[in-house]
């Protein structure tokens, strides 16, 4: 079973950076698209971000210009830099891989939180 493994995340102050990374526990032959979504408490899970294998992404309006996702595809991870965090991007971040022709695989989720 192959699993994703995060890192990063932890504490940061308003307007501070902070940076994710998510990487497949073993060689996945294909990954079709990698991203990221967040769940604040008491709130639905969001997607913050999306990259597909040709590097084409997608970003919540609440994240563009301050969030980057980009991803190694040999290495099977991806990753998500976070800039001018704000107290509103506090959430458990889980990222997440569709391989082709299987289910999608989560994270363990990582918790990002902004305060002063």
């Known amino acids: 079973q192959v699993q994703l493994v995060e890192s990063g995340g932890g504490l940061v102050q308003p307007g501070g950076s902070l940076g994710l990374s998510c990487a497949a526990s073993?060689?996945?032959?294909?990954?079709?698209?990698m991203g990221w979504y967040r769940q604040a408490p008491g709130k639905q899970r969001e997607l913050v971000a999306t990259?597909?294998?040709?590097?084409?992404?997608n970003y919540a309006d609440s994240v563009k210009g301050r969030f980057t996702t980009s991803r190694d595809n040999a290495k099977n991870t991806v990753y998500l830099q976070m800039n001018s965090l704000k107290p509103e991007d506090t959430a458990v971040y889980f990222c997440?891989?569709?391989?082709?022709?299987?289910?999608?695989?989560w994270g363990q989720g990582t918790q990002v939180t902004v305060s002063l």
């Open positions: 990259i597909f294998t040709d590097g084409t992404t």
């Open positions: 997440y891989a569709d391989p082709v022709g299987s289910i999608r695989i």
């Open positions: 073993r060689t996945i032959f294909s990954i079709n698209a």
